[in-house]
């Protein structure tokens, strides 16, 4: 199964790196020659769509503000849950489509895009000053992303075990 994990954010943002710090340590963590690809981005919607073509699976590592998510928690979520919740940070653009629409559109246009696609949300609180380092209460969830990350490659048919880690 080809599968991309890919760490969202802007890594001087402080907590808006999350998901570049995550993707970070799940690559130091995957013995070498997997086939699992790890890559870090900052762009969200069609550009983020066209970055699954070719992929069986994909799991996205996020921060996500606002709501009722406390800093430091970690979300598992579908594209259908994705749907019905406000998009993590880096999902969309006000110039750009979110990623659940960029998802349908590709699929529409006959693109190979994957049909497992994994959210891992994690709380954040400070996504605004500028900084290379996450809050302390976000840098701890760092090792339980990235355990749940390498759980998830492991154990991906598991979802009700993932659905909500704190």
Not at 137 to 160: F, G, K, M, S
């Amino acid at each position: 199964m080809k599968t991309l994990i890919l760490g969202l954010g802007n890594p001087i943002l402080t907590d808006d790196g999350i998901g570049v710090l995550v993707a970070e340590s799940v690559r130091s963590m995957l013995p070498s020659k997997t086939g699992i690809d790890v890559a870090e981005a900052s762009v969200g919607g069609l550009t983020l769509m066209e970055s699954m073509v070719g992929y069986d699976r994909v799991i996205l590592i996020d921060a996500i503000h606002g709501r009722d998510q406390k800093p430091g928690c970690i979300l598992r979520m579908t594209l259908a849950e994705l749907r019905a919740l406000s998009p993590t940070q880096h999902t969309a653009s006000p110039h750009d489509a979110n990623l659940v629409t960029a998802i349908e559109l590709g699929r529409k246009m006959g693109l190979q895009l994957p049909e497992n696609i994994v959210i891992f949300a994690i709380g954040v609180e400070n996504i605004f000053e500028f900084g290379d380092r996450p809050s302390p209460t976000v840098a701890a969830a760092i090792p339980l992303a990235t355990e749940a990350v390498l759980r998830e490659i492991n154990h991906n048919d598991e979802e009700a075990l993932w659905s909500h880690l704190n």
